[in-house]
């Protein structure tokens, strides 16, 4: 079975930009997988951030945008706030009918 | 807004079966080919495991690493979603979250429930 890779961890200084990515050991990531984004903080439930690869959902700042960067899927974070340090989640939707989550990143804001 | 409301035990003995259900707000739940309602989970201090889905009208899937343990079914006269899981063990302590997958070409986890959190302990 494929397995999404996720750095396990990334720091970024407030105001910077950060560029998380999500990888598929089988091959490489493309919108045919719709891509999805999820934000995750201790002991709450994952919020969703991006889908379809690069749209945001309700209520998302801009600051978040995702993307394929070469043969995976991203997700960039543009002046990063203090509250942006999170664990953060890729979902692929194979088409199997499956679904694959990454392992998550976790990201810190210092 | 919808909402997903779950219940079942916080508590099972190893060896023996998890139960959840799941109940949403809204009749979307029997929206044939729109939505896929599943599970997933997150063990302590780890990432998120997909553990399967299912649409109503059509069929289930299930991650392959735990197919042989886990039923998904539905009912939409109650508007309820429910899991089973199979001779646990410590290895299946988590938060349990059940999902709305929205599919309509965009494939992505839009609803969750509040989570449930299951300890497999004797």
């Known amino acids: 079975q494929a397995v999404v890779t996720q750095e396990p961890s990334f720091s970024v200084s407030p105001g910077g930009t950060v560029t998380l990515t999500c990888g598929l050991s089988s091959g490489s990531v493309s919108t045919s997988y719709y891509p999805s984004w999820y934000q995750q903080t201790p002991g709450q439930t994952p919020r969703t951030l991006i889908y379809n690869t690069n749209v945001r959902s309700s209520g998302v700042p801009d600051r978040f945008s995702g993307s394929i960067l070469g043969n995976k899927a991203a997700l960039t974070i543009t002046g990063a706030q203090a509250d942006d340090e999170s664990d953060y989640y890729c979902a692929l939707y194979m088409s199997s009918d499956t679904s694959l989550l990454g392992g998550g990143t976790k990201l810190t804001v210092l | 807004q919808l909402q997903l409301q779950q219940s079942g035990p916080g508590l099972v003995k190893p060896s023996e079966t998890l139960s959840l259900t799941c109940t949403v707000s809204?009749?979307?739940?029997?929206?044939?080919?729109?939505?896929?309602w599943g599970w997933i989970r997150q063990p302590p201090g780890e990432g998120l495991e997909w553990i399967g889905n299912?649409?109503?009208?059509?069929?289930?899937y299930y991650n392959p690493s735990l197919k042989s343990r886990v039923t998904i079914l539905g009912d939409t006269s109650k508007r309820q979603l429910s899991l089973k899981v199979n001779s646990v063990t410590a290895s299946d302590t988590a938060v349990y979250y059940c999902?709305?997958?929205?599919?309509?070409?965009?494939?992505?986890?839009?609803?969750w429930g509040q989570g449930t959190v299951v300890t497999v302990s004797s």
């Open positions: 299912m649409y109503f009208g059509g069929g289930t």
């Open positions: 999902v709305r997958l929205l599919r309509s070409g965009l494939y992505f986890f839009d609803y």
């Open positions: 809204a009749d979307s739940i029997s929206r044939r080919g729109t939505y896929y």
